[in-house]
């Protein structure tokens, strides 16, 4: 039906605007289109006008107040669509019903109410609905007047009782329960008010009033409702875009429209109209692009509809810019390339191609901005802006500001580059039509470009920053109260930037509620404006139109509170780019699109950076910017999520401050600069290594110099004449007027700390604000407290929690006689008065509240909530009130722990890092913290603080490898050495329960923790009991054996003479040598219990290597200890207290090992000062001699000269004709060794010093030799045993003078009588001491009081023998001996040894005999077959395995004791060569005066105390650690005076004195609550009638009885069978399973821990505002005083904003490799059990969090890429399915075909795993894919693992590749693979991934 408009009668007097509309109505009827007719008589008439759409006419009322009438909102030609909306709107109308029109977002359904309303002439209520609208906003607010209350009407009820019509716009936005207020006043026109009064429908009213006068019914409170009133709704359809859904009863008042986009023709006829010049082809293109964007199906794509509203202004650009490519213009409408995904930029990209929009070269843009000029038409300042495009120039108007401008070049803060100058051209043609939004990423300098565009343009800023809970009172107008008491409300800087035509700045709109920022849609789109307190604010040219039609004045018009906004008037918003698929932040959505115009700032090209860092900073050294963009710009073009996270925090900002502090300090190193900035130190593992993997290929390199350890002499803070010097850097001091606010701390220097606060100085010079973030503990606090100190600065301390909001953080406001009165904040006192601000805590508050730091920081402006502003300059001032000025001096410095997991704060250092310097701060080195304990217990001994710090070290690096949740802190180990200082009797193992009692419900943690404990030698848990020393055994008694004569012998040879010559020695070399370090773990022996092992620690040998020799050097405090191994040969040296070992490999010098032909055996010497850290290796076979210098790292051969050449045997692979060389080190660490051969006849002694061998010929074959002086050796001669002396002159000189004497040396027994000779067996003593006992150990061994030359021997027939006066005395020397029963070494077959071999004949190499002389011991090492087992263990206890048993004769108490030495935990297989050294499991040696070191064969050394007085000493310590908690203890209170109030009852005395127990009546018992006794619990003192006192012992107290232990133990028995059969699975079943699910326990309860705590952290309450219960809400206190109700808040969950997507789930793939390889070298490294154990954490890990996170397994072996192992929704409930699951793998590797097909499976989860939507992806592959021999190149896995942005693809390599692995990790994207060298790590990496990426956003 054709609609008819028509209009009848003649126009007005003066041809005025009605003229005008009849002119417009007429041009249609013209047409013979639908008419408009409007008929009246007459101008000015009452009634009589009436306006017929088609058949539809309406009769015109005149206006109560005509400036509410909406003007100039008809157009000059209506198209037909909205002609039929409008006769619809008025059938509904005539009928009475209220409309709801509903449609896509954009003005175009306010625009049709409002062009009804103006036909009809009805005076409008406009409210825009937001999620902040209150009822109190629709029907009566409380204003107060003259100290009273009154109610104001607001929109419903003026618009009921005045008979207006009310628009209520974003029906959606409204929360649900509000608007269900207007229910009963839509349907009936009925409303109870607050005040009393009732309004009543029209009807009802007139039928009242015919029986009631109007003064009864004004009396009764009884309003009318005009029958004039209508509501116009107007919304969104809900379940398509987001809002809340309309309220059932609320929808069913409403009649509702729907108001699609105008029709294709109408459109394309109105874009006609505002676009003459461009060509009409273009529109009509640009037209069809923008409805296919708007259909159904592209809104099932999820692409967001095409703002059709903005394509007028669009155009209207075109028409001045004909050159202009319409495919930008889309881009400034529609941001697509930020806004939609992969898949719907495809999709547009794909409408772009079908409508020929690609980039013709004639497309041009323009370059920048020439000259801009004032201009200015009627009053209206305009600029006219010249832009060049291309070569043309074109010249345009636009609006622009008050002040002078600024020419586009002039500025000298703001550098040009051509992107921006490009940027700010663009800005300018956008500017001509509408409000704009600049979209960048952060600190791209959004907020830079923006002034600089306002300066060219003479504009005012007003920057207003958002914050997330920002309400729609902020924006616009807040109320407050006047000095009289009066409320009034005070418009927000929004509103008066828009009365005064400024540039406002919405700072952050990115994270405004979409439903706060309804408010300004009116604005934005109509530029007009409804306020709270009833004003308005019209478009400059409908103010004009109202002006002239009213015939008002300005005065007048403000009157009736209406005011123009300002025609200069624009906005700007600023905002970070929407995250693609988040559900959260993708804030541009389609309502959001039609308000702006979209500009996207790039982050600069290098180039241009390059240019603006120079500009900004001349002085940057070039070489090191080069470094840092080429690094920067490297990760900002991956597409690895994690780098791009890591670019983020490299923002140009971030990168200019860099530059800065470099200029300043060019000497200090770019790495730590950017890790600084990226704040390296608290990165999740996985960033870290990205970053440092990054850094290293950009080759910036960490300093050299940083492996200086600083010196506090460097760091030292001194104050002189004013200035403050820390380190390198000077400042001068504050000189503050508030003394009382300067910090003074306790603090002790330590380095570390040091070092940061010089970094923070560094930075305070530079102007610039400073951000710590640490752990807890680590001193934050201190360090800021003490910076300040010494610079003088007064500070403002403030500390934020969860609670805090952006009024706390300003102005704190209270009621005080009825006025509000704001408080100043710290923050505002600091800013006023130059104070430094420290912000503590600041990850607690929520970002959104820390997020207005930024505008201060950054542009030094901030309002406040009493209207008051901050500016930075006071050249902004000049006149302003209101203003408070920031003082110079104010800066801020920032605390927050360090972001992530366990604190789970904000991520403070994420949103606002970049605006701050960053220090991390970390706990100081052990170094430094033991200096800082030493300071705060000095009484505390030395070696427990070492411990402390040594333990706390190893917690915190676990902390940090994410094995332990808490991250252990310096202030923990301070309070505790606090605890010790004060009361040092404490065992250290109760205090530091302290600090570990948290933990020890945790079964897991606990257990680490006391391992830690325990390996540093902490006792905790252990007894003052617990101490397990060696059994004691009485030694036999004494014998005297007789005589040792020299040269006395009966055949008159008294001595004979042997020569010797010198020579020099040959030097081949110095060849340099590989010293490698590796760490030492060293494991406390004390821990639990007190033995004689002190330390142990292994060795990083081979399987196949053997120990052949043992030695230490102890000089000057220093204990070293050196270990041989002989296959291969290798040397490892270590200090015994340090923790670092080193390991030479020798390999290359010694030939190869012929297989069981030539065992080589190697001893080692260590030499003395001054060739200390040099050692002599000696090879017994081939006599090789080396000389290693340990600290210049060189070898050299040296090489003796031979005695004879003896000819080279031909047959020299048989053994018998080997011989064997033997070296003589008891004078080593005096730099000379004697070297003999066995079966030789000449000795050799080397001098290392001098570089000479004197050879000494000898008339006999020598055995072996002892050097038991310096001077005097003991020879025994081969074959015979029998045994020489040779003494030779001290030094032999170089003339060869030197003759040597040989004496026999003959052994008399005592004489038998009848001068019989008994024949004596010789023995060979097995080890003589070349050092004599003390005369008091002598005479004790003895037994009688004796001082003499002595020597002190083992052998196999004695437990010791002293020889008195040998060596020195020539008469006869006694001999004393212990004999053994029965003698070493002469084994019965039967005795076995190791592995059950054969005893070889022969005797071993190593005798392990070690003789100490102070301690008047002797220790050797026996197997257990030599020890009297029996005696030492009871008899039911059978003898543990072990290495050998450590023998200590000790003479001063003449007892024996027997060690056991722990079995090694791996044995060399070549068994027949181990027996040849030793015939032990270990090798000894001596370790300093008072004990030994013994060395097993599995390279376990460990460090045994066997003197007495030692042994005491250590223990009295360890018990001192362990503390006696086993005291009883008693309470006593000694009082003063005598006289006790009501004091506890003496009770009864007892007649008969019987004994009491308990019972608490009678006084003198034992035990009672609280009369008096002893031992009670609570007795008031102790009262002894002289009874046995009754305690309950600890040890009753301590044990369970044994039934009560049964009956739990079988309860846990049955519940365990009872679950098994419920899953039906066996008992076997159930112990396989353990093996897998044991070994990942602890990974599954980390994981599953920090699972809880992100789950609680989603589940924390928020703040519900507008309660009528709660607490007071701060905001409200004006609604308070005014008497509102719902001015509390309260916390609860808070609701999911409505509309907005579910949380999905997170989707993880975990590809595992069931090849067959895999089952292969399982044996190998246990790949594949370790793979199950994984594939069981992740099952076991994930369980009941299927919502949060869905995961599936499958395989990939030779088979196939793609094996189900474990399907998507069928996720394993029970340990028994989770078997089957492994089963399943274990079956597949041991059966599938050999190939791989690791990077088909990869590609394969990778494709399909996007198919399902998810809130992010996850594919772990596990491999053990030898890609080289697949022929594979790792470059292909890269591509494949980086294929799709959205997945996070990771690879874990089982390596057994060699350096293969980290060669195909380096290809690798950094982060993405894992090379598991152990496969225990596995587990351990899949957890890292989980924490460091999964879990860092749940």
Known sequence: MQSRLVLLGTPGGHGGPAARRVRLLLRQVVRGRPEVRRVHGGAGADTGDTVNIGDVSYKLKTPKSPELVPQNYISDSLAQSVIQHLRWIMQKDLLGQDVFLIGPPGPLRRSIAMQYLELTKREVEYIALSRDTTETDLKQRREIRAGTAFYIDQCAVRAATEGRTLILEGLE????????????????????????????????????????????????????????????ALGLPVPRYSGNPLDPPLRSRFQARDIYYLPFKDQLKLLYSVGPNVSAEKVSQLLSFATTLCSQESSTLGLPDFPLDSLPAAVQILDTFPMMSIKHAIHWLYPYTLLLGHEGKMAVEGVLKRFEFQESRSSLLPTEIVRVQRMTENHISQASVTVRVADKEVTFKVPAGTRPFNQPHASERFIQTLSHKQLLAEMMQSHMVKDMCLIGGKGCGKTVITKNFADTLGYNIEPIMLYQDMTARDLLQQRYTLPNGDTAWRSSPLVTAALEGKLVLLDGIHRVNAGTLAVLQRLIHDRELSLYDGSRLLRPDRYMRLKEELQLSDEQLQQRSIFPVHPSFRIIALAEPPVIGSTTQQWLGPEFLTMFFFHYMKPLVRSEEIQVIKEMVPNMPQEALDKLLSFTHKLRETQDPTAQSLAALLSTRQLLRISRRLSQYPNENLHGAVTKACLSRFLPSLASSALEKNLADASIAISTDDKVEPELEDYKCEVVSGSLRIGAVSAPIYNSHEKMKVPDVLFYDNIQHMVVMEDMLKDFLLGEHLLLVGNQGVGKNKIVDRFLHLLNRPREYIQLHRDTTVQTLT??????????????????????????????????????????????????????????????????????????????????????????????????????????????????????????????????????????VAAFGELRSLADQGIINYPYSTREVVNIVKHLQKFPTEGLSSVVRNVFDFDSYNSDMREILVNTLHKYGIPIGAKPMSVQLAKELPLPAQTFLGYWAIGQSGNGMQRLLCPAETRRIDVKGPVPVNIQKYPIERHEGRAQTFTEECVSWSLPLDEVNIICDIATSHENEENNLYVATCNPVSLYFMDMAGNTGHFVDLFDIFPRTASGVWHPFVTVAPLGNPLKGQLILHEQQSNIILLLDTSGRALRHLILPSEEVTSKKPSWWYKENTETYRMCREFSHQNWLVFYKEKGNS?????????????????????????????????????????????KPAHIESEESGVCQLYVLKEEPPSAGFGVIPETDFSIPHKISSDQLSSENLSSAVGQKIASPNRILSDENSYATVVVGFPDLMSPSEVYSWKRPSSLHKLSVTDTAFYGRKKRNGTPKQSNCVILVDTNQIVRILPPGEVPLKDIFPKDVTPPYTAGYIEVTDLQSKKLRYIPIPRSESLSPYTTWLSTISDTDALLAEWGKGGVVTVDMGGRVRLWETGLEHLQRSLTEWRNMVGQDDRHIQITINRDNEKDVSSPKHGKEDPDNMPHVGGNTWAGGTGGRDTAGLGGKGGPYRLDAGHNVYQVSDAEKDAVPEEVKKAAREMGQKVFQQRLKEIQMSEYDATTYEKFSGAVRRQVHSLRIILDNLQAKGKERQWLRHQATGELDDAKIIEGLTGEKAIYKRRGEQEPQLGSPQQKPKRLRLVVDVSGSMYRFNGVDGRLERSMQAVCMVMEAFENYEDKFKYDIVGHSGDDYNIGLVPINKMPKNNKQRLDVLKTMHAHSQFCMSGDHTLEGTKHAIQEIVKEEADEYFVIVLS??????????????????????????FAIFIGSLGDQATRLQRTLPAGRSFIAMDTKDIPQILQQIFTSTMLSSV
């Not at 570089?1251 to 055995?1263: A, E, V």
């Not at 050097?1267 to 029998?1282: C, H, P, Y």
């Not at 053990?1824 to 693809?1849: C, E, F, M, W």
């Open 811 to 948: 102005l704190q406001p209270s009621v005080k006689d009825g006025l509000i009165v704001y408080e100043d904040s710290p923050l505002v006192k600091a800013v006023k008065l130059g104070h430094i601000l420290v912000v503590d805590e600041a990850d607690k508050a929520p970002t959104n509240v820390t997020c207005i730091l930024k505008t201060l920081v950054e542009n030094g402006e901030m309002i406040l909530a009493d209207g008051r502003r901050i500016v930075a300059n006071s050249a902004n001032v000049n006149g302003r009130d209101n203003v408070v000025v920031i003082h110079p001096d104010f800066r801020m410095i920032v605390l927050a722990n360090r972001p992530g997991f366990p604190f789970l704060g904000n991520d403070f250092f994420g949103t606002l890092g970049d605006i701050f310097s960053c220090h991390a701060v970390d706990n100081p080195k052990p170094q430094a913290e033991l200096e800082m304990l030493r300071q705060y217990g000095p009484n505390v001994p030395e070696p427990i603080l070492q411990k402390l």
């Open 1243 to 1287: 000795l050799t002694v080397l001098d290392v010093l001098e570089g000479r061998t004197h050879t000494i010929s000898l008339p006999i074959d020598l055995k072996t030799v002892f050097l038991v002086a310096e001077d005097k050796w003991l020879l025994v001669e081969s074959g015979t045993n029998q045994k020489y002396l040779l003494s």
């Open 173 to 232: 936005k409204a929360e649900r329960n509000v608007l269900p207020v207007l229910n009963n006043l839509l349907e009936n026109r009925e409303m109870q008010l607050e005040d009393g009064r009732f309004l009543m429908s029209a009807e009802r009213y007139d039928k009242l009033l015919q029986d009631h006068t109007k003064s009864e019914m004004d009396a009764w409170k009884i309003v009318r409702v005009s029958e004039n009133f209508r509501v116009i």
């Open 1824 to 1849: 053990d894919a030898n890609l080289s021999r697949y022929g594979i190149h790792p470059a292909k896995l890269a591509q494949i693992l980086t294929s799709n942005p959205q997945v996070n693809a």
